[in-house]
């Protein structure tokens, strides 16, 4: 059953890690929004001689030699990301979401600049200039919130005022911990209105916005978008930023990826990345994107239906989050806990204006990319969302849990995770 022959002989005591992971994946049902499973072919790319090579540069253009195939591999890599996200430019060597952010911001700011996003309370992303991170030393955040959150609405009109009080150089979209679409053509108006770059951090939504099922920032005149690859865009762990046409801001973010803040790219992910693109611009990548929000909306029907509230009133994409301290007396930790002992892995989550901490907070954050992955429908969605309410109702019930661990196992029987997504 395992790809780890050699691992096996050569390292027993890590092996063992390995193969735990292996029947935890199997086993059990991943709702963890921002996970995914990748198809054996990204893991022979993540896996492959590309990780012996350092290729500091970009095609053409290395400090090293012996780059013929890694310059002619990065190039594929370039223009599928290109063509999935109608991109002009792509620099596909970011290590990750943070370091894809962190380069963003040097390219397109000075330090001290201000940068409008959304609050970390709200559904934005540490990254977005939360108090405790070092980027946060550097430039200036101001933010944005939700109007209403029982409809999830953005505050436009107070986002259109605190951009045109701190003149920020960059309006950013985006979010980690939020289900609603959002309205570029709004944020564009009004960056255009303070002179501010528009970018969106679509990190959550790659696979969406890849198959055409959520709008597309570009269609609206946004500037950049920065990314992860391994969301639902369904690729390897890592990082990614798109500009839409210009050629100085793809300079710029560039030279802020290397040298500015990266050394040698990571050779054998920038493959898998490619081999994952590929996957992604296969027509079946949309029929499994559309998969996502159904099922989405089946989990909402059924938390709807117990009356469990949920942010934002429900989702337009691919993650809910519900309050259940609120709704069921259930910290957002005891939740996370007695999911994971059935068989269920999502996590604990903040929620707007929660009176809790962020250790046990109120809410749970889930979504669906890795079960729609497995080829789960709108009927295991519901049956799932129905353990899940059945569960957190009755926690301290031993004998409901044994029970309830075996029916999530069954119906993870029944949909393996696929090696292939294309035919
Ligand atoms: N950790 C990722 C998430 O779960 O949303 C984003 O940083």
Not at 103 to 128: I, Q
Not at 209 to 225: E, S
């Given at each position: 059953?395992?790809?780890?022959?050699?691992?096996?002989?050569?390292?027993?005591?890590?092996?063992?890690?390995?193969?735990?992971?292996?029947?935890?994946?199997?086993?059990?049902?991943?709702?963890?929004?921002?996970?995914?499973?990748?198809?054996?072919?990204?893991?022979?790319?993540?896996?492959?001689?590309?990780?012996?090579?350092?290729?500091?540069?970009?095609?053409?253009?290395?400090?090293?030699?012996?780059?013929?195939?890694?310059?002619?591999?990065?190039?594929?890599?370039?223009?599928?990301?290109?063509?999935?996200?109608?991109?002009?430019?792509?620099?596909?060597?970011?290590?990750?979401?943070?370091?894809?952010?962190?380069?963003?911001?040097?390219?397109?700011?000075?330090?001290?600049?201000?940068?409008?996003?959304?609050?970390?309370?709200?559904?934005?992303?540490?990254?977005?200039?939360?108090?405790?991170?070092?980027?946060?030393?550097?430039?200036?955040?101001?933010?944005?919130?939700?109007?209403?959150?029982?409809?999830?609405?953005?505050?436009?009109?107070?986002?259109?005022t605190v951009a045109l009080e701190h003149k920020p150089k960059i309006i950013l979209a985006g979010f980690s911990a939020y289900s609603r679409?959002?309205?570029?053509?709004?944020?564009?108006?009004?960056?255009?209105?303070?002179?501010?770059?528009?970018?969106?951090?679509?990190?959550?939504?790659?696979?969406?916005?890849?198959?055409?099922?959520?709008?597309?920032?570009?269609?609206?005149?946004?500037?950049?978008?920065?990314?992860?690859?391994?969301?639902s865009l369904r690729g390897p762990r890592g990082g990614m930023i798109v500009v839409r046409e210009s050629e100085e801001l793809a300079k710029r973010i560039n030279k802020a990826v290397f040298p500015g803040m990266q050394g040698g790219p990571h050779m054998h992910i920038v493959a898998a990345k490619g081999v994952a693109f590929k996957e992604a611009l296969d027509p079946s990548f949309r029929t499994y994107a559309e998969q996502i929000v159904k099922n989405a909306k089946a989990m909402e029907a059924v938390f709807k239906e117990h009356d469990i509230r949920l942010l934002a009133g429900g989702t337009d994409n691919h993650l809910l989050l519900a309050d259940v301290y609120g709704s069921l007396g259930v910290t957002g930790q005891e939740a996370e806990s007695v999911l994971d002992e059935i068989g269920i892995t999502l996590n604990k989550n903040m929620i707007a204006d929660d009176p809790r901490t962020a250790m046990d907070p109120s809410g749970i954050r889930f979504g669906t990319p890795a079960m729609t992955t497995r080829g789960m429908q709108e009927a295991e969605a519901t049956k799932l969302a129905e353990l899940m309410v059945t569960v957190m109702k009755d926690k301290d019930n031993a004998e409901l849990k044994t029970k309830l661990r075996a029916e999530v196992k069954e119906l993870c029987e029944a949909f393996p995770v696929p090696d292939s997504f294309v035919s």
């Open positions: 059953m395992n790809d780890y022959t050699f691992i096996q002989q050569q390292d027993p005591e890590l092996y063992a890690t390995l193969v735990g992971e292996e029947e935890r994946e199997r086993t059990g049902v991943e709702l963890i929004p921002s996970e995914n499973y990748v198809s054996k072919a990204v893991r022979e790319a993540a896996g492959s001689v590309f990780t012996n090579k350092y290729s500091e540069g970009y095609p053409g253009k290395r400090y090293y030699g012996g780059q013929e195939f890694t310059d002619a591999m990065e190039r594929i890599t370039i223009d599928r990301a290109c063509q999935l996200f109608k991109a002009k430019y792509a620099n596909v060597q970011p290590l990750g979401g943070a370091a894809a952010n962190v380069a963003m911001y040097f390219a397109l700011m000075e330090p001290g600049d201000t940068v409008l996003g959304m609050d970390l309370s709200h559904g934005g992303h540490l990254t977005h200039g939360h108090p405790t991170t070092e980027i946060n030393k550097v430039f200036n955040f101001v933010r944005y919130k939700m109007k209403d959150v029982a409809t999830g609405e953005i505050d436009y009109d107070e986002l259109r679409e959002l309205d570029y053509e709004k944020m564009k108006a009004i960056a255009d209105e303070v002179g501010a770059y528009t970018v969106a951090d679509v990190a959550h939504i790659t696979g969406l916005i890849a198959a055409g099922v959520l709008k597309n920032p570009f269609d609206y005149g946004f500037d950049v978008m920065t990314m992860t690859t391994h969301k």
